[in-house]
C-alpha cells in the first residue's frame, strides 16, 4: 500500500496513472476510500462515464471500467463529466506541487492563479522561463492535459465557485470565471458537470453580506486552525490587516483591482476526521474575474493542500518535536497572498521585535500605501489601505524611511529587483534561483531569503537556525543550539513544519478566542 504522499506524481503512465503508483495500487486506495488521496489522483469510471476523487462513498467500481489521472482537466479531456455525489472539482490540490516544486507544479501554481487567462499560453511559459512548446508537452505528459485544458478545468471550477456563493446573474458569472461567451460557459457547465448552470445553484442563498461572495476553500485534514490564525494575529499590520475574534481579514491587490477577504478559522466546515474540510471565506472584489486568483492566494495562505498525514507521521515520530505534533495536529504553514510583500515585511522586521517591525510597516502602509476605493473602504472595519507597491517603495529615498540606512537601501533595492522583474515571487521560479536571486541584492542575507522560501514559496524543507524564536523555543524542550545540524537532519524534508511547531510555542493564545483544534 502507497503512503499518503506518493514519490513524485509528476508523469502518469501509459493509462494515465502518475508515477509513483500503479493502477492496482490506486484502485487499492479507491477500494479503501482514503480520503488522504483526494487531489492526487482521480477516478475515472467508463460504465458511467464520471470522474471522482479517492474517496468517493459510491459503490466500488469493477476493476475493469477504471482508469486513473494525474488532474481532473485530464479527465475531463478524455470524455469524463465530474460526479454530482463527491464533487472531484472541491478538493485542494496535489501536496506533490510544493514538495518537488517541479515544472508542473509551478505551472499548476501559476495557471491557479489565473495567468493563462489573463496572458495566455505564452505568458505562462515566459513565467516560468521555457518555451511554450516545452511547457505543453511536460504539462501533457506530467498531468494528462495541456495548460489550455488545465485553464478550462479552472474556469469551471471558478463558475461553481460563484455559481453556489453568489446570487449574481448566470450571464455575469460566465464572463467573471473567463469565458469568452454564454454559449461556450454553457457548453463547458453541462460537459464538465452534467447539469446547467441554473442547476448548479447549490446553497439556499448565499449568507455573505451585500456586495459579497461566500466562497469554500478546501483544506487536507486535520487541520490546526487556532495555531493558523494565532500566527496571523501576532504579525497583523493596521490598515492592511485585522484578527476579531476568529476571522483573520486583509486587503490585497488583484490583476484587476483591489480586494478584501474575511477567513472565518473557527468556523471550519465538515467532521473533523474528514479527509477534508472547508475553510469559510467571504471576498469582496473590484471585478468579479479575480475570483479563481483570490480562491488560488487564500489557499496559498492558509498552506491548503500540505498533507498532515504524512508529515505528522514523521516529525510526531521524533523525540523532541512528538509532544508538539500530538498538541497541535495538522500545522500549517502560513503562507502569503503576495510573495513581494512578504519579502518587504521581512527586510523591514530584520533584527527589530516583532512588535517594531509592525509598528514601521504600519507607518509605511499609510504613508506610500493606496487607500481602498469607496466601495471596499469601511466593508471591514480597520481595512483602510493596500500594501504599497514595489514600485511606489523603490521610488522611496531611503533617507526618510523610518529604518537605519543600510536597511532602508535595502529595502527599497529589494523593491526595485521585484518592480523590475529582476526577482520574482509568484512561485514560477524554481526556489534556488529565487534564493541565489535574493542574496545577490545588498542587506539581503540567508535569514531573510530562507524566511521568503518558507512563507512566499511554500518551501516545505526550509530552517532558520540563526533565528532568536528558534532559539527560545529549544530551551524548554531541553536541547541546545549545538544539536540542530542533528535535528535539522531528523527532521526533512518537512523542516519548515518542524519550524513552526518550535514558533507555535511561543505563540499567545488569543484572549477571549477558544478554537478546537482537529483530532
Known amino acids: 500500500m502507497p503512503t499518503a504522499v506518493p514519490p513524485p506524481a509528476d508523469a502518469p503512465d501509459a493509462s494515465g496513472t502518475p508515477v ?8 487499492r486506495v479507491v477500494a479503501s476510500r482514503d480520503r488522504r488521496f483526494d487531489g492526487v489522483f482521480w477516478t475515472a469510471v467508463s460504465s458511467t462515464g464520471i470522474y471522482c ?15 486513473f489521472h494525474a488532474s481532473a482537466a485530464a479527465a475531463q479531456r478524455a470524455g469524463y463529466r465530474a460526479c454530482k455525489r463527491c464533487l472531484p472539482d472541491a478538493v485542494p490540490g496535489s501536496p506533490a506541487w510544493d514538495l518537488h516544486a517541479d515544472l508542473a507544479g509551478r505551472a499548476m501554481r501559476l495557471i491557479g492563479d489565473g495567468l493563462v487567462d489573463r496572458e495566455g499560453v505564452d505568458g505562462l511559459a515566459e513565467a516560468l522561463g521555457y518555451s511554450p512548446r516545452h511547457v505543453v508537452r511536460v504539462l501533457t505528459t506530467e498531468l494528462g492535459a495541456g495548460p489550455l485544458a488545465l485553464a478550462r478545468a479552472r474556469r469551471a471550477q471558478t463558475a461553481r465557485a460563484l455559481l453556489e456563493g ?71 499590520v493596521a490598515g492592511i ?36 474540510r472547508q475553510v469559510p471565506v467571504t471576498a469582496w472584489l473590484t471585478d468579479l474575474r479575480d ?36 498538541a497541535t495536529p495538522g500545522l500549517r504553514v502560513p503562507g502569503a497572498v503576495d510573495g513581494g510583500e512578504v519579502a518587504l515585511r521581512a527586510v523591514i522586521g530584520q533584527q527589530v521585535s516583532l512588535a517594531g517591525a509592525r509598528t514601521v510597516t504600519g507607518r509605511l502602509v499609510a504613508r506610500h500605501g493606496l487607500e481602498l476605493p469607496a466601495g471596499l473602504a469601511g466593508v471591514v472595519p480597520g481595512l483602510t489601505h493596500l500594501f504599497p507597491t514595489a ?22 533595492g529589494l523593491a526595485a529587483a521585484l518592480a523590475s522583474g529582476a526577482v520574482r515571487l509568484d512561485r514560477g521560479w524554481a526556489r534556488e534561483d529565487v534564493r541565489s536571486a535574493l542574496l545577490a541584492l545588498p542587506g539581503i542575507g540567508p535569514w531573510t531569503a530562507d524566511y521568503v522560501g518558507l512563507r512566499a514559496l511554500g518551501h516545505p524543507d526550509v530552517f532558520l537556525p540563526t533565528d532568536v524564536g528558534v532559539r527560545r523555543a529549544l530551551v524548554p524542550l531541553g536541547a541546545t543550539v549545538d544539536a540542530l545540524p542533528e535535528l535539522e537532519a531528523r527532521w526533512r524534508p518537512w523542516r519548515s513544519y518542524a519550524l513552526l511547531h518550535l514558533w507555535n510555542t511561543l505563540m499567545p493564545a488569543l484572549p477571549g478566542t477558544h478554537l478546537e483544534e482537529d483530532s
Not at 476523487?53 to 482508469?67: D, E, F, I, K, Q
Not at 457548453?187 to 458537470?193: G, K, L, S, W
Not at 486568483?293 to 500540505?306: F, G, I, N
Request: glycine share 8%.
Open 391 to 412: 514600485a511606489a517603495l523603490a521610488d522611496v529615498d531611503p533617507e526618510t524611511l523610518p529604518m537605519p540606512r543600510a536597511r532602508g537601501r535595502a529595502l527599497t
Open 20 to 27: 509513483g503508483l500503479e493502477p492496482d495500487d490506486c484502485y
Open 166 to 236: 453568489s446570487d449574481l446573474p448566470v450571464t455575469d458569472i460566465a464572463f467573471a470565471a473567463g469565458f469568452a461567451s454564454l454559449r461556450q460557459f454553457n457548453a463547458t457547465m453541462r460537459e464538465v458537470y452534467a447539469a446547467s448552470p441554473r442547476d448548479l445553484r447549490g446553497r439556499a442563498g448565499s449568507t455573505a453580506p451585500a456586495g459579497a461572495l461566500d466562497l469554500r476553500v478546501a483544506v487536507r485534514a486535520p487541520y490546526a486552525a487556532g495555531a493558523m490564525l494565532a500566527f496571523l494575529a501576532e504579525h497583523v
Open 241 to 276: 490587516e485585522t484578527v476579531v475574534g476568529t476571522v483573520y481579514a486583509r486587503s490585497l491587490a488583484l490583476p484587476h483591482g483591489p480586494a478584501v477577504l474575511a477567513v472565518d478559522l473557527g468556523r471550519v466546515e465538515g467532521a473533523a476526521d474528514a479527509g477534508v
Open 291 to 326: 475570483t479563481g486568483t483570490l480562491v488560488e492566494r487564500v489557499r496559498r495562505l492558509l498552506d491548503a493542500d500540505a498533507d498532515p498525514v504524512v508529515l505528522d507521521a514523521q516529525l510526531g515520530a521524533d523525540a523532541l518535536l512528538g509532544p508538539l505534533v500530538v
Open 53 to 67: 476523487r479517492p474517496s468517493c462513498p459510491a459503490r466500488t467500481p469493477a476493476r475493469r471500467n477504471v482508469t
